[in-house]
């Protein structure tokens, strides 16, 4: 254990040897960067060139400090990193030199001890000179040791506070990309429910509503028949009519939301969509506790209209579905053995973008052509 921190205060050292270094040149570059950024042509070569020296700062900080940064700043932001770095790097350089004086004065004093000559120039041993010098000096030089060392303590806080500041968004970019985000995830949620209003109308529209207009044919045919056979034939249609408009009603409550996911949770719901499904659907559900009723939701609603995107236009054989939870993300995968080629800007698939969007989530597929077509998302849960 030992070994590993002497090795990294060597490094650490070197790093901010070579930081020393390089603040001679960044403080003649800002120099240089704040008068050339007066002619507005120049700008982008100033930038360009902040970036480069920023990025090199980076590199040593991550390599030597063991200080990783975030790129994600902007050029003006990494030209006054610099401005304010080559200072700190001055004084850092500064503290070597102090050191390197220090060094020489000590060899020098030693050789002064070992040839009998007098310490700083003064009286020989064992004539005038007292006889407190020389442990006195020692101490002096353990203190300037110690100072140094704590210095270069400092200096590298100072690194990595001044990283810290300038790499990566402000605290004002960050709440102002957060506003974007929240109001981008707004629009998703306006627009995930005008599509699920949609999807209802039309469900409604081209299935029940067609089954009742049937019912209603059928029953004024009955009553207009002259015929009692034919009148019996007519109202036993209608009653299979009436069966048929029922299934339909209550396949469509169970799009709009399944009772199972309030009685028994994801995972009774699944199970129930596995046994309603036209195809085999295995279903592996990994989830030791339910997470919160607004993400089973989602994730109810990711697999039960990938499920029936597959049966529609995938032409697969099986589906499988998996439940799992790494985390505070909830991931569902829905994958088919289909000919692939599912378009993720599709209406049903952005449809279901949107949906996991609106909740923080991340949303993928991968179908290429041939297949298999694998739908992903990840949910945040609490």
């Not at 090795?7 to 240089?32: H, K, N, Q, Y």
Request: charged fraction near 25%; hydrophobic fraction near 45%.
């Amino acid at each position: 254990m030992p070994t590993v921190d002497v090795r990294r205060a060597m490094r650490v050292t070197a790093g901010l040897a070579l930081g020393g270094l390089s603040a001679f040149a960044e403080a003649v570059f800002v120099i240089v960067a704040t008068l050339a950024l007066a002619v507005p042509a120049a700008r982008p070569a100033v930038f360009g060139a902040t970036r480069w020296f920023a990025e090199r700062d980076r590199s040593r900080l991550r390599r030597y400090l063991d200080y990783p940064t975030s790129d994600d700043y902007r050029d003006s932001r990494a030209l006054r990193y610099l401005g304010t770095r080559s200072v700190v790097g001055g004084l850092g350089a500064g503290i070597f030199v102090l050191i390197a004086l220090g060094v020489a004065a000590a060899g020098i004093m030693v050789w002064q001890l070992i040839s009998g000559h007098p310490l700083g120039g003064g009286d020989p041993i064992g004539e005038d000179q007292d006889w407190y010098d020389a442990p006195g000096l020692l101490l002096i030089g353990v203190l300037l040791v110690f100072l140094a060392v704590q210095g270069l303590i400092g200096v590298v806080a100072l690194e990595r506070r001044l990283a810290h500041h300038f790499f990566g968004p402000t605290k004002q970019e960050r709440l102002q990309r957060r506003v974007d985000a929240l109001t981008h995830s707004r629009a998703e949620v306006v627009e995930a429910v005008n599509d699920e209003r949609r999807r209802i109308e039309r469900d409604l529209h081209d299935g029940v509503q067609q089954r009742i207009v049937s019912l209603g044919m059928l029953l004024g045919r009955a009553r207009r028949a002259k015929d009692p056979e034919r009148a019996e034939a007519l109202l036993r249609q209608a009653h299979e009519e009436t069966q048929l408009a029922l299934q339909e009603l209550r396949d469509v409550a169970w799009r709009v939301y399944p009772i199972a996911l309030d009685e028994g949770g994801l995972g009774t719901a699944l199970e129930a969509l596995a046994e309603r499904s036209s195809l085999p659907v295995g279903l592996s559900y990994a989830l030791d506790e339910r997470v919160d009723p607004a993400t089973e939701t989602v994730a109810y609603f990711v697999a039960s209209e990938a499920v029936t995107n597959a049966i529609k236009h995938a032409a697969a054989s099986r589906i499988d579905i998996a439940v799992g939870r790494t985390g505070r993300m909830l991931t569902v995968t829905i994958s088919d053995d289909g000919v692939g080629g599912a378009r993720p800007d599709g209406n049903g698939l952005s449809g279901l973008a949107r949906r996991v969007g609106a909740a923080d989530g991340v949303f993928t597929v991968d179908s290429p052509a041939g297949g298999p077509t694998v739908v992903r998302a990840e949910l945040p849960c609490a």
